[in-house]
């Protein structure tokens, strides 16, 4: 059974940082990439950083860029988010997806819902103001 469990959030002030983690299972983690989305109360879900497991390849939305790290620990099949300076415009619900590596063939790939297969349950982040 393939399961993508998410750990991590909660509340924190605006500056502050969190880390989030993703566990993997059920698939060969090396053969996947994982991405991290988040969706806000009445927004759509968008895409926040990516990276392929085999490769190390790397992307970031530009609003997160220089504030969030993605980095992956292959031998815990684990990717984390680590979440620095913190707004309260990053307030949302974060799932991290898995979809198989071959799919990201553009750039725009890493963005898309489409391209990932198995979901995670999804964790709160919500930074105060």
């Known amino acids: 059974e393939v399961q993508l469990v998410e750990s991590g959030g909660g509340l924190v002030q605006a500056g502050g940082s969190l880390r989030l983690s993703c566990t993997a299972s059920?698939?060969?983690?090396?053969?996947?990439?994982i991405g991290w989305f988040r969706q806000a109360p009445g927004k759509v879900r968008e895409g926040v950083p990516y990276?392929?497991?085999?490769?190390?390849?790397?992307w970031y939305v530009d609003a997160v860029k220089g504030r969030f790290t993605i980095t992956s620990d292959n031998a815990k099949n684990t990717v984390y988010l680590q979440m620095n300076r913190l707004k309260p415009e990053d307030t949302a619900v974060y799932y991290c997806?898995?979809?198989?590596?071959?799919?990201?063939?553009?750039?725009?790939?890493?963005?898309?819902?489409?391209?990932?297969?198995?979901w995670g349950q999804g964790t709160q982040v919500t930074v105060s103001s």
């Open positions: 059920g698939f060969t983690f090396t053969d996947y990439a």
């Open positions: 990276i392929g497991i085999a490769d190390g390849t790397l």
């Open positions: 997806a898995a979809g198989p590596r071959v799919a990201f063939y553009f750039y725009d790939d890493r963005s898309r819902r489409d391209k990932y297969n198995y």
